[in-house]
């Protein structure tokens, strides 16, 4: 084994000790073994601490005394990690054992990839996919590809490129990740991982979606899906990233699509007012940041090196085609 590890696995966690047991468990038995487990606990309150430093003396904890987010850890961990190559993964994600050998192995495969995203199949529903990389749709929105289709029977997705990584369980070169600035810090969490999908690719360089490497995941468990936080962040970061990263030509398109996407959310699909109320809030305070994320995307926009007819292939139109 190498002095160095390859692969640096970064789990940030916040209370979520009984599940980040299981994902330990998970990582700990894959067939591949030259990496480093680290763990960033986010001032968790329920022991996390002392669990690691009882049963996982391997693990690097690295601990905050408050909930720093989902981005702000995750660069902080990467600036930190030995391995040249650093892994994403969930406390509520559960990887297959040639899980990370499988992502290792794709990148023979697909040199020009900066990351490399798993096939996710849902934890507690079998039988139903979690997701087969990130979509990005033109009206400003995103989803994991393929989520909630059933696993048996559904038409298998090649290895290749996809529009974005899901940063639940994800392989990501690490000089490109710190090269670009890591996770926008803003974000607190939700859509970094969209957001910097985008960057990746107006970078120039692409990113894959790895089918045999198998990951079963919860999904939201922290937080929780239809908790209106999570709708806020979700809304706000939209809005943030589609002002930093969407190209010029198609920002006269995508905007005016995405006002019609929140006002049909507010019409048909949040039906009590603190949902709807999570909605709205997040698009004014992402408004009220204007000025400075129009700064941001001066200085994304500037070092683009990919032109957008190719972006434009991997940007999904409809949501109801497969694509």
């Known amino acids: 084994m190498n002095a160095l590890p390859e692969v640096s696995v970064i789990i940030v966690t916040w209370n979520g000790k009984e599940v980040l047991r299981n994902c330990l468990e998970h990582l700990y038995q894959q067939t591949y073994q030259n990496f480093e487990g680290i763990v960033v606990d986010n001032g968790s309150s329920d022991g996390t601490q002392e669990f690691i430093q009882k049963f996982w003396p391997q693990v690097r904890l690295l601990s905050f005394s408050k909930n720093l987010g989902f981005a702000l850890a995750n660069n902080v961990a990467a600036s930190r990690a030995r391995g040249k190559w650093i892994v994403l993964l969930n406390n509520d994600a559960f990887p297959e054992p040639n899980w990370l050998k499988c992502l290792l192995d794709a990148r023979s495969r697909w040199p020009d990839s900066a990351v490399f995203t798993s096939h996710q199949l849902m934890a507690e529903r079998k039988g139903y996919l979690d997701g087969t990389g990130d979509q ?11 989520y909630m289709q059933p696993a048996i029977g559904h038409i298998p997705r090649p290895e290749g490129p996809v529009f974005g990584f899901c940063g639940a369980a994800c392989l990501i070169n690490k000089d490109i990740f710190i090269a670009l600035g890591g996770f926008d810090e803003d974000f607190f969490c939700y859509f970094e991982d969209v957001d910097l999908s985008w960057r990746i ?7 894959c979606y790895v089918p045999g490497a198998i990951v079963r995941h919860i999904g939201s468990k922290t937080s929780g899906r ?50 709807r109320w999570a909605c709205i809030k997040g698009k004014v305070d992402a408004m009220r940041s204007i000025v400075h994320f129009l700064k941001k995307r001066r200085e994304i926009q500037s070092r683009k090196k990919t032109k957008t007819i190719q972006i434009l292939k991997h940007i999904s139109f409809l949501p109801l085609f497969r694509s």
């Open 201 to 207: 690719r107006l970078a120039g360089h692409d990113i």
């Open 226 to 275: 239809e908790n209106p936080w999570t709708l806020y962040c979700s809304h706000r970061n939209q809005v943030w990233t589609l002002i930093k990263d969407v190209p010029f030509l198609i920002l006269p398109l995508v905007i005016p699509l995405h006002i019609a996407f929140t006002f049909y959310l507010l019409l048909k699909v949040y039906r009590d007012s603190e949902t």
């Open 136 to 146: 990005y749709f033109i009206f400003g929105a995103a989803r994991r590809r393929d």
